[in-house]
């Protein structure tokens, strides 16, 4: 008995061990295809690179200029990824140029008539870039200005909140923007009136680069420090903003950043760029 146990382990070992021998043969003819295929592709990449090379060189003796550049009457523009905390409404990023000449319009329209201001695309021309994709985007519409400060050579109107959005206010409103800030352009050099009545201007942070997608429109001749975009100057419309501000505010941010939600409130239906 113990005999044929015996050659029955012995018969079942080989087995195994056949197996196995089977296993690793395979084994290696994979790593050998993968070898072969692997070395094929880094000649490809290789060869093509050096075509690449080849025809580089070619264009160069030739005089091709670079097509990196940026076009003539554009500038670049950096979108960088806003990383703030505040609540994000991502809808893109503009384009990577933009035009630094000419100007555009910027209309509100509101629950209390049409805002209009006018930008000058040689003094901001990524964030006037900004507000037509923005606007394209129907990124303020139907939102409310947030914010109202009415103190003495300090009376702005703040709006841009893509989340401030229906009847009353709430304690988020004012945290909202795109996905995307951008550097601080055209700032004031006047410092005795660095933001005169009818201007329209980017809030940041307090930062610099965190401009994205809020603005304050001054009814009057307003000091703050010259950090803050001069986007534009309000042409029509003014009027509204002045009775707006002159009907004064609910204090909410008095212990903070000061003024509060206005008591008169100003609905954004639509602000478009053209």
Same mark, same amino acid.
Not at 162 to 186: C, L, V, W
Not at 211 to 218: L, M, P, V
């Given at each position: 008995?113990?005999?044929?146990?015996?050659?029955?382990?012995?018969?079942?070992?080989?087995?195994?061990?056949?197996?196995?021998?089977?296993?690793?043969?395979?084994?290696?003819?994979?790593?050998?295809?993968?070898?072969?295929?692997?070395?094929?592709?880094?000649?490809?990449?290789?060869?093509?690179?050096?075509?690449?090379?080849?025809?580089?060189?070619?264009?160069?003796?030739?005089?091709?200029?670079?097509?990196?550049?940026?076009?003539?009457?554009?500038?670049? =523009?950096?979108?960088?990824?806003?990383?703030?905390?505040? #609540? &994000?409404?991502?809808? $893109?990023? %503009?384009? +990577? @140029?933009?035009?630094?000449?000419?100007?555009?319009?910027?209309?509100?329209?509101?629950?209390?008539?049409?805002?209009?201001?006018?930008?000058?695309?040689?003094?901001?021309?990524?964030?006037?870039?900004?507000?037509?994709?923005?606007?394209?985007?129907?990124?303020?519409?139907?939102?409310? =200005?947030?914010?109202?400060?009415?103190?003495?050579?300090? #009376? &702005?109107?703040?709006? $841009?909140? %893509?989340? +401030? @959005?229906?009847?009353?206010?709430?304690?988020?409103?004012?945290?909202?923007?795109?996905?995307?800030?951008?550097?601080?352009?055209?700032?004031?050099?006047?410092?005795?009136?660095?933001?005169?009545?009818?201007?329209?201007?980017?809030?940041?942070?307090?930062?610099?680069?965190?401009?994205?997608?809020?603005?304050?429109?001054?009814?009057?001749?307003?000091?703050?420090?010259?950090?803050?975009?001069?986007?534009? @100057?309000?042409?029509?419309?003014?009027?509204?903003?002045?009775?707006?501000?002159?009907?004064?505010?609910?204090?909410?941010?008095?212990?903070?950043?000061?003024?509060?939600?206005?008591?008169?409130?100003?609905?954004?239906?639509?602000?478009?760029?053209?």
């Amino acid at each position: 008995m113990s005999s044929i146990k015996d050659r029955q382990r012995a018969a079942a070992r080989a087995r195994l061990e056949k197996e196995m021998a089977e296993r690793a043969a395979a084994a290696r003819k994979r790593r050998q295809r993968q070898a072969i295929i692997g070395s094929a592709i880094a000649v490809v990449v290789i060869a093509g690179a050096a075509v690449w090379i080849v025809a580089a060189m070619k264009d160069d003796k030739k005089g091709t200029p670079a097509a990196s550049g940026v076009p003539a009457g554009q500038v670049a =523009c950096t979108w960088t990824p806003d990383t703030g905390g505040g #609540k &994000v409404k991502d809808v $893109g990023t %503009p384009p +990577a @140029t933009a035009a630094n000449t000419g100007t555009a319009t910027l209309t509100m329209d509101t629950n209390l008539g049409k805002i209009v201001a006018t930008l000058d695309k040689s003094k901001v021309p990524c964030t006037a870039e900004s507000f037509a994709f923005l606007s394209s985007k129907k990124f303020w519409d139907n939102t409310k =200005c947030h914010r109202l400060v009415n103190e003495a050579s300090f #009376k &702005v109107l703040q709006c $841009g909140d %893509p989340f +401030a @959005t229906g009847k009353g206010y709430r304690e988020t409103d004012g945290q909202g923007g795109p996905s995307y800030t951008m550097a601080e352009e055209n700032l004031p050099t006047d410092t005795n009136n660095p933001y005169p009545a009818g201007s329209i201007a980017m809030a940041n942070t307090g930062q610099a680069g965190s401009t994205g997608s809020q603005f304050f429109i001054c009814s009057e001749n307003t000091q703050l420090p010259a950090s803050y975009t001069l986007l534009g @100057t309000i042409t029509t419309g003014l009027d509204i903003v002045k009775d707006v501000v002159k009907a004064g505010d609910d204090g909410a941010f008095a212990q903070q950043a000061g003024g509060g939600h206005p008591k008169k409130e100003l609905d954004i239906k639509a602000l478009t760029m053209s």
